[in-house]
């Protein structure tokens, strides 16, 4: 069986997606820092009688990523890696801190390189295997109140866009995923959207990933907002 690794496979985006792929037959890989909730979101993929496994990761670090990679690839037949994992810190430029944009880059832009230079070797060796990064919109325009976390989103996209033109005669896909903002508990130590309801559902942004996952780019304006 086909192994697809999600990053931030325990809540929102991550987890939806990860239910639609095992649905299609594949094997789950959750992976993030929060044990608690990885091991929720696999025990929802079992009871709708898809397979997954969790592996607690921080993708900031290189060190982990190589050691927990090695202890893989012998277990599981990797194909594919969706780069989900992100934070994001809003408000005034002079307002957010150092702090605060370096766990932006090195979660948002590190963490997806690191993990992609992780795993691409797996793809390549076995001829095939997709990347999917999950990008936002904040990658496609600047935002008002945005500027550091846009930086971010735009590294990845000038990341997955020089990909594609590496790999554009190989049988590994990457897609760049662009959405607005969804109701998910990105929002829920911030008062940045004052009511996230009004947000599409990560369920039904992943319904139109998957629709649309044979698509280089895909752009997902919120309709709802």
Not at 21 to 34: P, V
Not at 115 to 124: I, N, R, Y
Not at 140 to 157: D, Q, T
Not at 203 to 212: G, L
């Amino acid at each position: 069986m086909k192994t697809i690794i999600v990053t931030g496979g325990g809540t929102g985006l991550g987890k939806e997606l990860a239910l639609l792929f095992a649905q299609k037959g594949y094997h789950l890989l959750l992976t993030g820092r929060n044990a608690n909730t990885l091991t929720a979101a696999k025990i929802e993929i079992e009871e709708n009688g898809g397979r997954a496994d969790i592996l607690t990761l921080d993708i900031r670090s290189s060190e982990e990523i190589s050691k927990k990679t090695n202890e893989i690839t012998d277990k599981y037949s990797v194909y594919g890696l969706i780069n989900n994992a992100g934070v994001g810190h809003f408000g005034p430029f002079q307002e957010i801190s150092e702090q605060e944009i370096r766990e932006m880059l090195e979660t948002n832009v590190l963490g997806t390189i690191l993990m992609t230079k992780a795993v691409l070797p797996l793809l390549e060796k076995q001829g095939e295997g997709r990347v999917m990064n999950i990008i936002s919109t904040a990658g496609l325009r600047g935002k008002v109140h945005e500027a550091g976390y846009c930086a971010s989103k735009f590294a990845v996209r000038g990341f997955t866009e020089s990909l594609q033109k590496e790999y554009a005669d190989s049988n590994i896909q990457f897609n760049a995923v662009y959405m607005g903002g969804m109701d998910t508990p990105f929002w829920a130590e911030s008062d940045y959207v004052k009511d996230p309801s009004r947000l599409m559902s990560a369920k039904e942004v992943a319904e139109i990933i998957i629709e649309k996952i044979n698509q280089d780019e895909i752009i997902i304006e919120n309709k709802k907002s």
